[in-house]
């Protein structure tokens, strides 16, 4: 029978490895600085490579400041923890990646290492690149060293309170929540499908928006695409639980990621406008396609024709709403302020959502649905040409909550949404903030 000592002795030598594991595990050196001399050069092709792949993979969007130049960082990122600034990623060898070699830079995307061997935060969405092939990382490299201009900008330091901004122990994160290592083709499924999934959940990084996240903000797999808030939106299920009317199809998917708005399902808003606007419609259209094909997968729909769909149906035999002898203040306000625009399934070949099918008026939560009608939908941030009207201004809080349960209980048929008027006052004042 072993003596406690021995017992002890053993706990403390198996605490001894783990304590030796994890700084082997969590210990990464310094890369060289790389001269100006050592810099690589470039083909075109593989610069046009990169310049695509920057765009679908939103660099700009987090890199860039309000009114600052491109790439050069301090966008504040705001965490649970505290607010994280994106780094300076232009050419510049002191403040930016200049000194990086393409060995530094692959390291920084793959394992989330700065060159200079320190952990990267997880605000920088290294757990989706770490899928992306060699080729891939080393084009962005490229774009980024020839066609980025160079600017001498400090990063400025995050906020994140001692001790949780101490950089090594994101390695204990990392160990716990990253699955590192390349995409793994799944060889049960066609080419296409694996090229949309390599997209998606790589460079295009769906999942950092579309996943929840547990409680230190890790993005939990066994729910991927199940639906997550994001910066006071509801990023919505991508999975089965998808709450649109009519499910989404392969090509109503590609048509979204092409254009900004599907056929029967509304537009890219809010945080989606960007993903869509600034960065995935860059791609090919063999790449949209191929994730749509993977997308539709899995959100499982059967590819039906939406006339046949009984909300649809529902919507069209119900015409035009009449504007006359309303009793109730959502219906009335509705026939006024929104039904010339959005009057029944037919609306939508005018690239008018129908607000029955629309996710903005079937998710359980009504904060899409309310960030659309305070804030509208600009030319610019939505499709080309037509505009959706903000009514800020027009409306009060009492009003637009009646019209967004008037939509969820008449047109919708779902449970009423709680609290609405206190809902509609805060998303009010979050949006005066930004
Ligand atoms: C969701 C926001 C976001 C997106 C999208 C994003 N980044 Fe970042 N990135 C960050 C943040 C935040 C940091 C700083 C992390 C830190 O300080 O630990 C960072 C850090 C980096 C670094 C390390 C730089 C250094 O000096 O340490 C590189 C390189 C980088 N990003 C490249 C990219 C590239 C290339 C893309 C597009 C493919 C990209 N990032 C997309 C937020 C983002
Ligand atoms: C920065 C966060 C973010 C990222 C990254 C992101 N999404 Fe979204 N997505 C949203 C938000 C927020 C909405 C709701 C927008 C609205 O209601 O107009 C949305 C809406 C959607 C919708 C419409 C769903 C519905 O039922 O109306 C689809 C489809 C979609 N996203 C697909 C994708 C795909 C595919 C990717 C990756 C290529 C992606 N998203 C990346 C935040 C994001
Ligand atoms: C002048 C015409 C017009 C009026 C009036 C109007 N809308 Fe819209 N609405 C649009 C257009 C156009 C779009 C699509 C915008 C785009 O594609 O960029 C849209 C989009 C929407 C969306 C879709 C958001 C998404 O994420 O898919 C919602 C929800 C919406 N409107 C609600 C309303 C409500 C509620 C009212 C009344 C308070 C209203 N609209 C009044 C034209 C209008």
Known sequence: MPSIKSVFLTVVAVGVVAVAGFGIY????????MSASERPSFDAATIEKGRVLTAAGYCANCHTAKGGEPFAGNYPIATGFGTIYASNITP???????????????????????????????????DHFTKMGDDDVDAIYAYLMSEVKPVNEATKENSIPFPLNIRVLQAGWKLLFVDFGRYQPDTAKSDEWNRGAYLAEGIAHCGACHTPRNAVGAEIASEQYAGAAIDNWIAPALTSANPSAVGWTASEYTKYLETGAGTYHGIAAGPMGPVVHAGLRE???????????????????????????????????????????????????????????????????????????????????????????????????????????????????DEVAAIAAYLRDKRADLP??????????????QAETH
Request: charged share 25%.
């Open 416 to 429: 009423a949404w709680n609290d609405l008027p206190k809902k509609v006052a805060d998303i009010r004042a």
């Open 283 to 397: 791609l090919p259209d063999s790449d949209l396609k191929a994730i749509g094909t993977y997308l539709a997968d899995v959100a499982g729909n059967p590819d039906t024709d939406p006339a046949d769909n009984p909300v649809v149906k529902a919507s069209l035999e119900a015409g035009r709403p009449d504007p006359t002898y309303r009793k109730d203040l959502g219906e009335r306000l509705y026939a006024t302020a929104c039904a010339a625009c959005h009057y029944n399934a037919e609306s939508v070949q005018e690239g008018r959502p129908d607000l029955a099918i629309n996710s903005a008026t079937r998710l359980d939560q009504p904060d899409n649905l309310i960030h659309v009608m305070l804030d509208g939908v600009s030319a610019e941030n939505g499709t080309k040409g037509v505009v959706m009207p903000a009514f800020r201004t027009a409306l009060s809080d």
């Open 26 to 33: 969590a210990y990464h050196g310094a890369i060289p600085a």
């Open 92 to 126: 510049d060898a002191d403040t930016g990646i200049g000194s990086w070699s393409p060995e530094a830079f692959r390291r920084s995307m793959h394992e989330g290492v700065d060159r200079n061997g320190s952990h990267l935060f997880p605000a920088f969405p290294y």
